[in-house]
């Protein structure tokens, strides 16, 4: 896979547990502060439209949304 192929994937994997949670970006800067993680709403948006963002952020992000698990690939 392409740079590009990897962002996308990485951008449905969290959108796909955003929408699992049924939690927007505001909810998430709400729940991420909750847990001490600082991010502003439009911080989120960017680094999740982008794909582009550490793994920290990612597993901050599924800590916030209370998953435990993810699986990967189809």
């Known amino acids: 896979m392409t740079e590009e192929e990897w962002k996308k994937e990485a951008v449905q994997l969290i ?3 955003l929408a699992r949670s049924g939690v927007d970006y505001k909810e998430l800067v709400r729940r ?7 991010e502003t709403y ?3 948006a960017n680094k999740i439209n982008r794909g582009a963002f550490p ?4 597993l901050q992000c599924m800590k ?6 993810v699986r990967l690939g189809r």
């Open 64 to 69: 916030a949304l209370g998953v435990d698990t």
């Open 32 to 38: 991420l502060a909750e847990i001490g993680v600082t």
């Open 15 to 17: 959108k796909a547990e």
């Open 55 to 58: 793994f920290f952020f990612f």
């Open 42 to 44: 439009q911080s989120v």
